[in-house]
């Protein structure tokens, strides 16, 4: 997974576009021996989603998104591998971005490690929803309530749901074998969705910023396992 994405994040600059950012996954997929989690998936036509600025997540590559200077960028990634599922994604700057928007990145960044760091037997489900929105309401952001993440193994989505809010101490308790993709999606206005027409692209209902950060981890007794850190 990190392979992949750090050869996009390098790539990703004002003037690219981000089918050429798909092609780039394509091609270095391929030389992993991987198989893309999304292409085909409910009819998804692409291996990456790209979504820029307003768009939460599942923005369609496409040649005529053309990455400018100052957007931010969610790069979503999932591949099967020896039988396995991994998912992860991060949002990047375009050469020189705002303020507001350096410390939206680094807030949902900063939520994802909290809700890692919940990722213990003996913990709930609620503590790693707790985590996240504790975290980016403090700081006047909002939690987008839509989409979840999951959990992962042998398909991309399995069970249980794992909401970027919740309760702490509330939920099922985290058990030594359990794998989850964790997921916080944060707008730096109202958490409202709208849905594109073309049926996958999820944007902020007010216009404003969203940021995307992502992981798969796995609980151990040792505590938590990043499976798609380098």
Request: net charge negative; aromatic share 6%; glycine share 12%.
């Amino acid at each position: 997974m990190a392979d992949v994405l750090d050869q996009l994040e390098g790539a990703a600059a004002p003037g690219m576009s981000t089918w050429e950012l798909d092609e780039i996954a394509h091609k270095r997929l391929k030389q992993l021996k991987g198989e893309s989690a999304f292409l085909g998936y409910r009819g998804y036509p692409k291996v990456l989603c790209t979504s820029v600025n307003e768009v939460i997540v599942h923005g369609i590559p496409r040649k005529d998104v053309v990455l400018k200077d100052g957007d931010i960028l969610s790069i979503d990634f999932g591949a099967f591998k020896d039988g396995w599922c991994g998912d992860s994604a991060r949002t990047i700057p375009i050469g020189k971005v705002s303020p507001e928007a350096k410390a939206l990145m680094e807030a949902t960044k900063a939520s994802l490690d909290a809700a890692i760091a919940q990722c213990v037997p003996g913990r709930r489900l609620g503590d790693i929803g707790w985590a996240v929105q504790s975290l980016v309401e403090a700081q006047g952001y909002s939690v987008v309530r839509q989409f979840v993440g999951h959990g992962i193994g042998r398909k991309m989505h399995e069970e249980p749901h794992v909401p970027n809010y919740g309760d702490a101490g509330r939920g099922t308790r985290l058990a030594a074998g359990l794998v989850v993709a964790i997921e916080p999606m944060v707008n730096m206005g109202s958490p409202e969705v709208v849905i594109e027409d073309d049926g996958w692209t999820a944007v902020t209902k007010d216009g404003s910023l969203s940021a995307h950060f992502e992981h798969s981890v796995a609980i151990t007794e040792n505590g938590p396992f990043v499976l798609s850190r380098a």
